[in-house]
């Protein structure tokens, strides 16, 4: 089996898997990789695991842990990329290039800078990458995203108060569904299950698991049955809790049962 770990170059940015290169590395370590941009800086967001399915090709290397030097540079980077990111906002009001900047990223090894931007139609940016490259003295590369792309790159805090999902925790794969509100009873008013960039919100996603582990094992409301208190009729379900709420008797308040002690009645 291919031993691997778990990188993320950005916050909330795709896991990557790499070849540990023969290091012990734990969550949350600071490493160099090997990628094909070149070399990168990342975190470890999983340590050292066997991978379910054999890869297609050989594993990139983890090149070392990341030293204080390395870090120096990376904030280095940051500012650069802010100045550049100056620039290309001028560019695209000079030229009247219909499109909306979003980040600038000066990739680790200082090869190249990566623009990201939001557009409906597809520009003709041609001319802005050209004038870029002679303005900045670097390979220039402009990338398109879409609007919860756009969100994770410039949001901070969500519409809950806390940072945002996108942001926090590492992309998720499966694509976010009604479904998935659907299952957590949540209402449809589009307020209440949109995040900041007009999608659904990427918490669906990451709190589906547990709903869907719950439901798959409580028995439904309205049925009846056995717990260590007696027979009674579900009326309600605490998930957080792993518990449903039982009417033992008729109009007597409800009783919260751990589900594992709750078995239906014939």
Not at 3 to 9: I, K, R, S
Not at 199 to 221: G, T
Request: charged share 30%.
């Amino acid at each position: 089996m291919t031993v691997a770990v778990g990188v993320v170059f950005s916050p909330g940015g795709k896991v990557y898997s790499f070849d540990p290169g023969g290091l012990e590395l734990a969550w949350n370590e600071t490493v160099v990789c090997q990628t094909s941009r070149g070399q990168e800086l990342g975190r470890v967001v999983q340590a050292k695991h066997e991978l379910a399915d054999e890869p297609a090709a050989p594993l990139k290397k983890v090149v070392r842990r990341a030293t204080d030097v390395d870090r120096e540079t990376l904030e280095a980077n940051r500012e650069e990329a802010k100045r550049a990111m100056r620039v290309f906002r001028q560019l695209v009001r000079d030229q009247g290039v219909e499109l909306k900047p979003v980040a600038a990223e000066l990739v680790f090894d200082g090869s190249r800078i990566v623009f990201s931007y939001e557009a409906e139609h597809r520009p003709d940016a041609s001319r802005l990458q050209s004038v870029l490259r002679e303005r900045l003295h670097r390979r220039v590369e402009l990338r398109s995203v879409g609007p919860r792309e756009c969100a994770r790159l410039c949001g901070d805090v969500g519409l809950c108060g806390n940072g945002q999902c996108s942001r926090r925790y590492p992309t998720h794969e499966q694509p976010i569904t009604l479904r998935m509100a659907k299952d957590q009873d949540l209402p449809m008013s589009s307020g209440r299950i949109t995040g900041l960039c007009g999608r659904l919100r990427c918490c669906l996603a990451f709190e589906h698991p547990l709903y869907k582990s719950f439901r798959d094992r409580a028995p439904r409301v309205g049925r009846r049955v056995t717990t260590p208190h007696g027979e009674g009729v579900v009326t309600g379900y605490k998930v957080l809790e792993d518990a449903c709420t039982v009417e033992l008797e008729e109009g007597a308040p409800g009783l919260d049962v751990s589900i594992d002690e709750c078995r239906e009645t014939a």
